[in-house]
């Protein structure tokens, strides 16, 4: 385009806001401030930008600005082209589709493709969507709480479990090293035994030899004696000569030391091998009573069980030590009766150490024990012991004789089966765990949960046919002990 004259100069507002927009993309840029674009000697921070016009305004030229609908405000943006509609260009983002969840202008609501469609102005759907967001701020806030909570639970958890740990290494270190001591002495002892006896072998040993040394020389003289009698002519001095005593046969005396060799030989070299056995075997027996008095093993829980929340289906021994499925039982109604299935909860209760206790379950084909908490529902699917967050179990089912553990609903098969009929249920409360053994010969570590606990425990029974009973005196067995120190 030709001028006879040069033209005044325009600012370029569109070529202003591609700058701008450019500038404010780049990942160096020092500021946000918006400015107003009519104030041209000084720059002056923007209140609004007017998206019509593609300008942004200050309090002064705000005040002076054209007020229509088609001039729509919003707060200062340096970007202008995301707010205009990518089909109709020049066209303002007004509304907000719900159908499509699309930001619209008005042409695309009444000729456009969103025509018909349910539509909100962009402040209405923003303030709801608002709403929304605070919402799932809120939930978040609280998860975040939560997680912070198990967090700092579980931190603290490794703390104490690092100080238990640290305490039973120094523990373990004193009694293990004790017990070196115990056996290097015991050694000494045993070894010195061993030495004096041998000492005393040799000695009488070295006796027999010096004796058998001179018998052999006192024989030499004798064969050279006779030898030379043999030798005679003179029947009167082979006669008189052969009458002395020093000739005679000495059989009562070879018959001693023939004896006394034998012992040597044939009776443990002369050691008495039995004394010393005796001797170690006092020793061991001292070091290993001793040592499982500084080995700490809880005494077994004295179990009884609570008839209050025994099922209607389940019959409870006089002593409370059976319990045994028998529909159609009128119990009182308690609020802790169990409604559904056919369990029992244990009149204690435990918050804190160490405890276990034992069940026979010969007489039943479908059981299942462990613990749970006291506030474990009475009634419902979801009262079944594993089948929530509160209880922790060990199920045998008819079917094929399987074996699970069960918790919050989320078993766990254990190949192989249960070979003895005596089941032992062990407690760490401190250490957050539950475990189950076996007790057959040797005894065998079924499985052990994790948990952090929160509640007291009961002792727990499922009975789904004939009876499980309490174990009145528990199963001695030393590796059982030491199995369930270490689970």
Not at 214 to 226: N, P, Q
């Amino acid at each position: 385009q030709e001028f006879q004259d040069r033209p005044a100069l325009h600012r370029n507002i569109t070529l202003r806001n591609i700058v701008e927009n450019f500038l404010s993309s780049q990942p160096d840029q020092a500021g946000t401030d918006v400015f107003c674009t009519y104030c041209v000697d000084s720059p002056v921070p923007a209140v609004k930008s007017c998206l019509l016009c593609e300008a942004s305004l200050c309090d002064k030229h705000l005040s002076v600005h054209k007020r229509s609908p088609a001039h729509v405000l919003s707060d200062p943006s340096t970007s202008m082209e995301k707010r205009k509609c990518s089909i109709h260009k020049e066209k303002i983002l007004e509304y907000y589709c719900t159908e499509d969840s699309a930001c619209i202008c008005v042409s695309c609501c009444l000729i456009g493709e969103h025509r018909g469609h349910q539509m909100k102005s962009l402040n209405e759907a923003s303030k709801k969507r608002k709403n929304k967001l605070k919402n799932v701020l809120q939930k978040l806030v609280t998860k975040r709480e939560e997680t912070e909570e198990i967090l700092q639970s579980l931190q603290e958890h490794v703390g104490t479990v690092e100080e238990k740990a640290t305490a039973e290494r120094k523990r373990v270190t004193l009694l293990l090293g004790d017990l070196r001591k115990q056996l290097e002495d015991l050694e000494k002892r045993v070894l010195s035994e061993i030495s004096k006896q041998a000492e005393e072998v040799s000695r009488s040993v070295n006796d027999l030899v010096q004796r058998m040394e001179i018998k052999k020389d006192e024989l030499s003289r004798k064969m050279v004696h006779i030898e030379e009698l043999c030798n005679m002519m003179d029947p009167l001095t082979i006669l008189q000569e052969s009458d002395k005593g020093d000739l005679r046969d000495t059989e009562d005396e070879d018959n001693e030391d023939r004896e006394r060799h034998g012992q040597f030989l044939h009776d443990g070299g002369g050691l008495d091998v039995a004394e010393i056995s005796r001797t170690l075997q006092a020793g061991l027996s001292c070091i290993m009573k001793e040592a499982n008095e500084k080995i700490y093993i809880p005494e077994p829980a004295d179990i009884l069980l609570d008839v209050n929340t025994a099922c209607n289906s389940l019959n409870i021994s006089d002593d409370r030590k059976t319990v045994s499925y028998l529909p159609n039982q009128k119990s009182p109604e308690t609020p802790e009766r169990f409604k559904v299935y056919p369990q029992v909860l244990s009149t204690q209760s435990f918050s804190s150490g160490q405890h276990y206790w034992e069940v026979d379950v010969e007489r039943s084909q479908i059981w299942s024990v462990g613990m749970c908490y006291p506030s474990i529902n009475r009634s419902g699917c979801h009262s079944e012991i594993g089948w929530n967050n509160k209880s922790w179990g060990l199920h045998k089912s008819w079917l094929n004789n399987q074996y699970s553990v069960l918790y919050n609903r989320n078993w766990i098969r254990l190949f192989g089966k249960v070979s003895s009929n005596r089941v032992r249920i062990y407690l760490d409360y401190e250490a957050g765990q539950i475990s189950f053994y076996d007790l057959c010969d040797p005894i065998q570590h079924l499985h052990t949960f994790n948990a952090t606990f929160t509640e007291p425990l009961h002792a727990v029974l499922w009975v789904g046919g004939g009876c499980v009973k309490i174990c009145r005196e528990n199963h001695i067995c030393e590796e059982s002990n030491q199995l369930m120190m270490t689970s």
